[in-house]
C-alpha cells in the first residue's frame, strides 16, 4: 500500500477554507492528494468530514463514485434501478427510460451480479423503503459501485454493516478504485485498511500522515473534547 510521490495530483486544496451562513465549516485546509491514494477521514461529529468530502467531490464530480451519508435513494424505484442510476451517464436518456420500462439484459445481469457480492441477491426487486437500514446502505453502495469511476469518495458508507460486513465491502470498495477517500468513525477499519488518515477537529486539519504510524489510542485522542 505505498504512495508514489510521483503520481498525477487528483485533488489539491491550499489554505482553504469554507463559510456556510456563518459558520466557519473548514479553515486553513492544505491538502494533495495523488492518484492511488487510500486516505481514511476521522474526526468528531461536525468536525467537518463530510464538508470536506462535498469539497472534494465539486473538484472534478466526473470521475468520481460519490457514497453520500443520506444514501440519495429513491423509495419509488425497485433496488435494480436505484443502482442503475450510477451508470445512467454511459447511456442515451432513451436506453435509460426503457430500461426503467423493461430492464435490459446486460445491465440486469451485472447489477444481479453486483447484488450478489453485496449479499443482496434477493432483493433486485424490492423497494428500499422495504429493507434494513445496513441494507439500504449497501444499495447506495451498489449504485457508486455501478458508476465506474477510479476515485471513490464516501462519507461513512459502511457505518450501518456489521463488522464482517463492514469489512467485506471496504475491501470491494478498494479493489474496485484506484484512488479512495472516506469519512470513518471505525479506528480498525481506518487503520488496517488505508495508507493514510486526516484527522479533522473544528473544521482544521489536525493530522495528516501515515495510518502506519498511529495506533487505535492516537486515533481516540483526536475524538477526545
Ligand atoms: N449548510 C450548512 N450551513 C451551515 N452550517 C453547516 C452547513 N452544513 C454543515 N454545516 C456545519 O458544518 C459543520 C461540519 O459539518 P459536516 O457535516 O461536514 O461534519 P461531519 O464531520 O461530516 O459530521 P458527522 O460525522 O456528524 O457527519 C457542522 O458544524 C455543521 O453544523
Redesign the pocket.
Known sequence: MSVNADAAILFQLQQFDLT??K?R?LHNINLTVRQGEKIAII??????????LEVLYRQQPQQIALCP?QGGLVDMLSVYNNIFMGGLERHSSVYNLLNLIRSFNTPRAEIQQLCNELGLEDKLWHSPDRLSGGQRQRVAVGRALYRQQPVFLG??PVSALDPLQAENILQLLINRHNTLLI?L?NRRLALAHFDRVLA?RA?ELVYDGPAAALTSNDLDAFYAS
Open positions: 456556510l451562513g459558520h465549516v474526526g468528531p461529529s461536525g468536525a467537518g468530514k463530510s464538508s470536506l451519508q462519507d461513512e469519512s468513525h479533522l473544521g
